[in-house]
């Protein structure tokens, strides 16, 4: 296997430990919650989530699929599809660092601001209902939904991809609705996901090819200047 593709696979669960890191250091603060001021907004009451919580429940089930497998599928999915298929490795790895931002970005916000879910103030029924679910996030972290965020932002990674775009696109309408109707989140958090996902997508790419270089030179496919500034393809070896 090319050692470019084994290092990435050593250090990229490094952004995995980052994400439980900076999503659990918060619970030793008191963020302020505006969660009761949130609740006065439009489309933010018991009525709205009993109409979508009353459809059938194929549909539910449906998007509880969409939910609990669709978002991980997303991530997943499009790193291995540009890490192993296209060995675009340069890409494998903003994609994987934007997610990295939107975690570290995410933890500041969550650490002063936080709202709790519908479920958890009884507006909306939880029919996820999967406790241990809440190991890896807590129904605190609800403004920007990252569900929302990363789908849409992963959905714009892959807007030239021919095919490939039609279902990011597709999972990033779907997983925001899926928030919705199993109770996860407000409408707020996805129209706020949708515009954290394109901050991020926009966020100047002034380290990501210098970390991209730098797993390059791990992985001894280039020489160890790649820090001075000058260097060219004509280091690779």
């Known amino acids: 296997m090319d050692r470019r593709i084994v290092v990435r696979l050593a250090v990229y669960p490094i952004a995995y430990i980052m994400w439980g890191g900076l999503m659990w ?3 030793i603060l008191k963020p302020i919650d505006g969660t009761t001021l ?23 089930e449906f998007f509880k699929i969409i939910y609990l497998y669709g978002f991980s599928l ?3 999915c499009g790193i291995a599809y540009y890490l ?3 060995k675009d ?18 933890g500041i916000i969550y650490s002063i601001f936080v709202v709790k879910s519908p479920f958890q103030v009884n507006v909306a029924k939880d029919l996820v209902d999967m406790h241990y679910f809440w190991i890896f996030t807590k129904p605190t ?12 932002l992963l959905a714009l990674h892959f807007k030239d991809e021919t095919y490939l775009n039609y279902i990011y696109f597709t ?18 958090d996805i129209i706020t996901g949708i515009i954290y996902g394109y901050f991020i997508y926009k966020f100047p790419k002034l380290f990501h090819k210098k970390i991209s270089d730098a797993l390059d030179f ?6 160890p200047c790649i820090f001075c500034g000058n260097c060219s393809n004509q280091n690779k070896k």
């Open 25 to 27: 250091y918060s619970q």
């Open 38 to 60: 949130l609740m006065t907004l439009p489309l933010c009451n018991r009525n709205f989530y009993l109409i979508l919580q009353s459809l059938p429940t194929v549909v539910i």
């Open 74 to 76: 997303m991530i997943i």
């Open 84 to 86: 192993f298929i296209k």
């Open 89 to 106: 490795f340069l890409k494998s790895d903003i994609i994987l660092i934007d997610l990295a931002l939107g975690w570290l970005f995410a």
């Open 141 to 152: 972290y609800e403004i920007p939904s990252l569900h929302t965020a990363y789908s849409f």
């Open 171 to 188: 999972l990033a309408i779907l997983i925001p609705i899926s928030t919705l109707i199993l109770g996860m989140h407000w409408i707020v």
């Open 218 to 223: 791990l992985a001894g496919y280039i020489k």
